[in-house]
Structure formats: structure tokens, C-alpha cells
């Protein structure tokens, strides 16, 4: 039971470090439909001035890494103790059959 919380609580803080990314990159779409260019800096749409666009990678790659290892980390708590006694198990088996 303390592992299964444990994995999803694991998988919120990853997907909770993901929201804003997600939010952001949507009002850039949507400022881009609508024919104005969205300023980074302030966070909001600008119909007067075009703005550079920085990289996703450039602005939230440390963000994005410590959501991946959450999510990693979350999958490997919820799944590891299901599937790995069985893959224990043929092992033993398969060593147990050599001569």
C-alpha cells in the first residue's frame, strides 16, 4: 500500500512539473492563432512587436528532467514489485534445469 501511494505520488509531482510548460506552450499557441507573437518574458500576447521565441528545451530543460525522473521513478515504484518476482522466479528456474 506505502508503495503504490509512494509511485503515485511520484507520477503527480511529475506531471504537476509538467503543468505549467504545458499551460505556457498553449497560450503560445493560441496567441499565434489568433496572429500575434507571445512574449516569453511577460507572458502574454503582443500584437504590436514580434518577439523571439526561446527554445522549450533552453527555458524549462531542468524542469523537464526532474519531471522525467519523477514519472521514472513513480513507474518504476508502481511496476518493479509486480513484475519482478516472476522474472526472479524463471530464473531461478532456468538455472535450476542446467546440469
Same mark, same amino acid.
Given at each position: %500500500?506505502?508503495?503504490?501511494? =509512494?509511485?503515485?505520488?511520484?507520477?503527480?509531482? #511529475?506531471?504537476?512539473?509538467?503543468?505549467?510548460?504545458?499551460? !505556457? %506552450?498553449?497560450? %503560445? /499557441?493560441? +496567441?499565434? /492563432?489568433? #496572429?500575434?507573437?507571445? /512574449? *516569453?518574458?511577460?507572458?502574454? +500576447?503582443?500584437? @504590436? $512587436?514580434?518577439?523571439?521565441?526561446?527554445?522549450?528545451? *533552453? @527555458?524549462?530543460?531542468? *524542469?523537464?528532467? $526532474?519531471?522525467?525522473?519523477? #514519472? !521514472? =521513478?513513480?513507474?518504476?515504484? =508502481?511496476?518493479?514489485?509486480?513484475? =519482478?518476482?516472476?522474472?526472479?522466479?524463471?530464473?531461478? *528456474?532456468?538455472?535450476?534445469?542446467?546440469?
Amino acid at each position: %500500500m506505502a508503495r503504490t501511494v =509512494l509511485g503515485f505520488v511520484f507520477l503527480i509531482a #511529475g506531471f504537476a512539473l509538467t503543468w505549467p510548460i504545458g499551460a !505556457e %506552450m498553449l497560450a %503560445m /499557441d493560441r +496567441c499565434a /492563432d489568433a #496572429g500575434g507573437s507571445y /512574449d *516569453q518574458n511577460l507572458g502574454h +500576447c503582443d500584437f @504590436k $512587436a514580434v518577439h523571439a521565441s526561446a527554445g522549450v528545451w *533552453q @527555458k524549462h530543460g531542468p *524542469q523537464l528532467l $526532474a519531471a522525467f525522473a519523477f #514519472g !521514472e =521513478l513513480g513507474f518504476v515504484v =508502481l511496476f518493479r514489485r509486480r513484475h =519482478l518476482p516472476g522474472v526472479r522466479a524463471a530464473a531461478v *528456474q532456468v538455472a535450476a534445469d542446467r546440469p
